[in-house]
């Protein structure tokens, strides 16, 4: 038997009374980005508020019916979680805030997390990214609109005149993930092992791909994968995922589209 160790980034959730005006800032978010809290996994942090344990079944439960699902909550005692609730979770450490994206529908401007711990005034629940200890130095951003200086690590994005789809003109390192649910995400360059590419819409990589990408967030069972090299660790349209085992090994490292059709994932080589 041999253990392998893995880094995962990490959506942390710091919930705040009144938890009522918490959830609706939550179902916000959903109704302006449904594909937002998709295929992440997300961590409760209740440190330093002692919460009950009857309040902390009510937020589980409002989470769930808002099919986000919790793996860990962070800063509470495993001997006091009822059974059925997520185990205690602890042990990694947090790193950049994730900003949450925008629609092309609304004036407003971004909401960003405010803080390392707390809610505060901001007008949005706080959410960062954690990862394990063991992760150098992951970062994890939205692609609606271009990075800031202080984020030079990560790629720039690159957003078309009808904001529906942004362009990525750098090579998406591993640990770095790209999230862009309304639309077509086009990375000018390879993704590397370790990296994640999540669009409402199509995925299309002029380079490799060799990280995960998860395509048709949103619900779109039309839009496809296009790539120049596939060595995926895991693809996805609508929900449906393959892993890099089940590949067709003729296509392994050769130029591929991926579609979704009769509810399973076709991959064929492009010429």
Request: charged letters at 30%; aromatic letters at 6%.
């Given at each position: 038997m041999k253990?392998?160790?893995k880094s995962f980034i990490a959506?942390?959730?710091?919930?705040?009374?009144?938890?009522q005006d918490w959830f609706k800032e939550i179902d916000r978010i959903i109704a302006r980005t449904p594909g937002f809290f998709i295929d992440r996994p997300i961590v409760?942090?209740?440190?330093?508020?002692?919460i009950p344990i009857e309040d902390l079944e009510t937020l589980l439960d409002g989470l769930s019916e808002r099919s986000v699902r919790v793996f860990g909550i962070d800063g509470i005692s495993g001997t006091r979680l009822k059974p059925g609730m997520p185990p205690s979770f602890g042990g990694g450490r947090l790193t950049a805030?994730?900003?949450?994206?925008?629609?092309?529908?609304?004036?407003?401007?971004?909401?960003?997390?405010?803080g390392q711990k707390t809610i505060g005034k901001t007008d949005a629940p706080k959410m960062t990214?954690?990862?394990?200890a063991s992760d150098p130095d992951p970062a994890i951003k939205t692609a609606e609109k271009p990075v800031s200086k202080k984020?030079?690590?990560q790629p720039r994005a690159v957003p078309q005149a009808n904001g529906s789809s942004i362009v990525i003109t750098e090579h998406v390192r591993s640990g770095q993930s790209i999230l862009h649910p309304d639309g077509d995400v086009t990375i000018v360059g390879s993704v590397s092992s370790g990296a994640e590419i999540i669009a409402g819409g199509s995925i299309h990589v002029y380079g490799a791909l060799r990280g995960r990408a998860l395509a048709g967030v949103s619900g779109r069972d039309g839009a496809r994968?296009?790539?120049?090299?596939?060595d995926a660790e895991l693809v996805s349209i609508n929900g449906l995922y393959k892993v890099a085992d089940d590949f067709d090994a003729?296509?392994?490292?050769?130029?591929?589209?991926?579609?979704?059709?009769?509810?399973?994932?076709?991959f064929e080589q492009l010429n």
């Open positions: 253990f392998k160790g959506i942390v959730l710091s919930p705040e009374p009144p938890y409760l942090d209740v440190r330093g508020t002692k805030d994730v900003e949450i994206p925008e629609t092309a529908a609304e004036n407003e401007p971004v909401t960003e997390a405010a990214a954690k990862t394990d984020a030079d690590r994968i296009f790539c120049s090299k596939l003729a296509l392994c490292n050769a130029p591929a589209q991926i579609r979704f059709e009769n509810e399973s994932l076709v």
